[in-house]
């Protein structure tokens, strides 16, 4: 399968941590990747670069094969969809409808049109009076009936209803399958969001901590809970990503996936096992702990 974006050892600095310390991935031909990850963890500094609205302060950015920055052939088959975009005063959607097939050339008009319907856009009032959910639905009606060859949509749901969410989930689908593409979107939304990804990458700090086909989440990790002594022995020389604990309870996500003699003990031990969620995933990467955590204390049985 073809790599459309590739990062080698790409970093940005603006002075203070940095936003993307080394990160390497590459995003085939052909996918919806989820890039999920907490507040500051590098997403939209990931996406600015790949959209060419950005350099990196080291490293490689390739889209279509080519550095994205001031790149024309590269950039007029990039969407970058991000909550800054501005309208012109007295602006309506059937201006914004008339202007935007200019600068897509493979607008598709009856999608434009079904998107202004599902997510109930109006058509006479100024989009610069729309309210936040109004203006999100445009940001995606723009992004979708575009069907730019790569789609970048940065945490596209702000303010959205959750109905207008449904609704651009299955006309996302439903047009990706017509006519593939490469759509990388982030979101904190990720139980709504997931059934859409065939990839995630997560991030936090500035770094990619997992990178994977989405039917490989449920081994990933998995989460041991029960009395604190129990868990704590289970986990011993196991990489530990979190740890939560209350009175009487504790709460450890453990990367990789349990072998059957491990989940016989825990049983035995009044321990549960279950797969981590893709969203204890996300949560698990981003916890305080800088780096994964290796419990070390005690024997192993
Ligand atoms: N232009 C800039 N100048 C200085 N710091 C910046 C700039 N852009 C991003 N940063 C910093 O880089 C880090 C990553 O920011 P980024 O916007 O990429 O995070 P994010 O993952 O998109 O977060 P969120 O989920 O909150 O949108 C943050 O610490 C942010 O403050």
Known sequence: ??????????????????????????????????????????????????????????????????????????????????????????????????????????????????????????????????SRGQLSAVAILLSLAARAPVTLLDEPYLGLDVTARARFHDVLIRDYVAHPRTVVLSTHLIEESEALFDRVIIMDRGRVRADL???????????????????????????????????????VTVHGAPEVGLVADAASSGVQVSAASLQELVAAFGADSREPVTLANGPRS
């Open 1 to 130: 399968m073809t790599n459309v974006i590739e990062l080698q050892s790409v970093t940005r600095a603006f002075g203070g941590p940095r936003a993307l310390d080394d990160v390497t991935l590459t995003v085939p031909a052909g996918s919806i990747v989820g890039l999920l990850g907490r507040n500051g963890a590098g997403k939209t500094t990931l996406m600015s670069l790949i959209a060419g609205q950005d350099r990196p302060s080291s490293g490689r950015v390739a889209v279509f094969g080519q550095n994205p920055f001031e790149n024309e052939s590269v950039l007029s088959r990039v969407r970058f969809v991000r909550d800054n975009q501005r309208y012109p005063d007295g602006y309506t959607l059937r201006h914004v409808l008339r202007i935007a097939p200019t600068y897509a050339p493979n607008w598709d008009a009856d999608v434009a049109a079904e998107l202004a319907d599902a997510m109930r856009i109006p058509d006479k009032v100024p989009v610069k009076s729309f």
């Open 213 to 251: 086909p989405s039917e490989q989440v449920p081994t990933h990790a998995f989460v041991l809970s029960g009395p604190g002594e129990a868990v704590d022995r289970l986990a011993t020389d196991r990489t530990v990503l979190s740890t939560h604990a209350v009175p009487g309870l504790k709460s």
